[in-house]
């Protein structure tokens, strides 16, 4: 009985699998992409394990964009009703373990009218880790821009999402430049139209439960030019160019 | 040092552009077909496919074996479908009916008929499911393959192939 069962499913899935159209340009798009990422590979750390904290703690980032830097400044969103956290500058350390303290329940749907504070980023313990260490949470940056930061996950990969208003609008699937348990550094480009958008950095459980081993969010405006972190200012002057 | 592995010179030389395009001389359109049955979407399946090949570019420094890098874009293949599903587009073109599978002119009518009963039955499964089997008996891979495809346990494969099974017989016996 289970026999004839198998013998239908390996019909039909022969069926489905011929039927799959196939476009002739795959081997071009994956060679534009991966032209791209040349420049990267020299990126690769092979790092002893003990010299990784030293390093994460020193703050050397092997990623080397050309914003990168640590986030850790208060930073307010320009549409943001300004009502609790000063505008002044908070340096934070890289590796405290600080969350966002001004976007109460990290709720995206809270945007534009969440005010985003120092957002240190995740704490590593060595485990399962990612972090977006560029652009910084709060920040205004062009149309595209580039998402940096460090992973140590399962064979390097991992998702980054974009969301506005709740809704996932674009993902970018990623690798670092090493796998667990090796600490590797990353990056993906998006291209985003005016706007207010949460980015969400995340490893998927392997249990399947949609549950998230490893992840960090930031919340960033695209369109404005980057500039100080006054962001009325910011956005005044968005409008003039 | 060159060998051959299923046919396919494996050069330890080989930089990861020259390995890129064996790889998808030898695999593009099985792993397209494979991604395309696990999301029932040629259209992502094709996208997913290429993401997993620029990841295999990455890791290539890594894997440096054909046979390593086969099993690394099959898992890579499967886990991006499984992210893929999630994405509302996918969610929204399968509410729409439009998959972007060509019809079907090679089978006879039955074949088709009941293909197509089959294929709407799997995609009702569950997706560790619907991988299983798909791995199983489209991909033909062993036990032990399909595991490392999944990132699960061999016990875990049984599991979820055997529920497969019991529950596309039950979604057949319920459309007949």
Known sequence: MNDELESRLRDALRVGAERTPIAGDGLQKIRSRTAGRRRHARWRPTLAAGALTALVVAGVAAAVERDHGDRGTDLVLPAAPVTTAPTATATASPTASTGPTGCPSMDPSLLPGCHVTATGVPKDTGGEYISITSPQSGGVVHHTFTVSGRARVFESQFTVDVSQNGMVIKTAHVTASAGAPELGTWSTTFTLPDGNYRIDAYELSPKGDGSKVASDTVWIQAGSPPGPPQATAATSSANAR | ?176
């Open chain 2, 1 to 176: 040092v060159t060998v051959t592995v299923e046919g396919i010179r494996v050069d330890a030389g080989w930089d990861a552009d020259e390995a890129v395009t064996e790889l998808y001389t030898a695999h593009y359109r099985g792993l397209v077909r494979l991604a395309a049955l696990l999301l029932r979407d040629s259209w992502a399946a094709e996208e997913v496919v290429q993401d997993a090949f620029v990841a295999t570019h990455s890791a290539w420094g890594r894997l440096r074996d054909e046979e390593k890098a086969l099993a690394y874009l099959r898992r890579t293949v499967v886990n991006r479908s499984r992210s893929a599903l999630r994405r509302r587009s996918v969610a929204e073109r399968h509410a729409r009916g439009d998959d972007g599978f060509l019809p079907s002119a090679e089978t006879g009518a039955l074949t088709r008929l009941d293909a197509d009963a089959v294929l709407v039955a799997l995609r009702g499964l569950p997706p560790r499911q619907r991988e299983a089997l798909v791995l199983r008996y489209w991909a033909d891979l062993p036990e032990a393959e399909v595991a490392e495809a999944m990132k699960v346990s061999k016990g875990s494969v049984k599991t979820h192939t055997s529920r497969g099974l019991a529950a596309l017989r039950t979604s057949l016996e319920t459309i007949r």
